[in-house]
């Protein structure tokens, strides 16, 4: 079975512009978190959604939004960019957001802000 | 992650052992979870362990908890070169998303 996927593998942008990340869950898998990671750091969370519905949201500004289709895949919005929005974006899936459930990771997205 | 840490590097000889440790502050974390990540990579999960054992043994991997003290350990037996990378410890918030809160990192170089 395939693990998450994510797309692209790279970005680069410039300040100013906006991107969008993309991510597929395993199969089967309802809920999707995103996390970034800056170099030398580790993932820090950014949202959480379930059913198509937002259930967490990390302590990011609101340049950043997010949403979950139908079939689970979600895509990561980013506004008006900024050099240090630079990082590893990383896509995780789990069946459900419940305590028990283990959370997989994809390959992530590298962006790059000049 | 400021509430979970761990120290920055880690450096041993192929065959020993390895241990790396991470302390964490939230009381009510119930799970909490080893992950690697090789260069360029993502996250790979290794190991877990719940809050109601002392103790769990996969393979080459031990892991410890101590709640008391709020301390988490990850032995690496007969550690290979492969097994250079840097390992994250992570634990689960009890919170409607369940996020998971990261350490930065422990960068372990195995030395042939």
């Not at chain 1, 820090?44 to 259930?55: L, P, T």
């Not at chain 2, 409607?96 to 990261?102: D, E, G, P, V």
Request: glycine share 8%; hydrophobic share 30%; charged share 20%.
């Amino acid at each position: 079975d395939a693990g998450v996927t994510q797309s692209p593998t790279h970005l680069i942008k410039t300040r100013g512009q906006q991107v969008t990340l993309r991510c597929s869950p395993i199969s089967g898998h309802k809920s999707v978190s995103w996390y970034q990671q800056v170099l030398g750091q580790g993932p820090q969370f950014i949202f959480q959604y379930y059913e198509k519905e937002e259930r967490g949201r990390g302590n990011f500004p609101d340049r950043f939004s997010a949403r979950q289709f139908p079939n689970y895949s979600s895509e990561l919005n980013v506004n008006a960019l900024l050099l240090g929005d630079s990082a590893l974006y990383l896509c995780a899936s789990s069946l459900v957001p419940d305590l028990q459930e283990t959370q997989y990771f994809g390959p992530g997205t590298r962006l790059l802000v000049l | 992650g400021e509430d979970v840490e761990q120290s920055l590097f880690l450096s041993v000889r192929e065959g020993d052992s390895s241990v790396i440790n991470c302390t964490y502050t939230d009381s009510s974390s119930t799970y909490l979870y080893w992950y690697k990540q090789e260069p360029g990579a993502g996250l790979q999960l290794l190991t877990y362990i719940f809050s109601n054992m002392d103790m769990k043994q996969d393979q080459r991997l031990t892991v410890l908890l101590n709640k008391k003290d709020k301390h988490l350990s990850l032995r690496i037996a007969d550690t290979q070169t492969g097994d250079s990378a840097i390992y994250f410890c992570a634990e689960k918030r009890t919170d409607s998303s369940y996020k998971l809160i990261f350490g930065s990192g422990t960068r372990l170089l195995v030395r042939p």
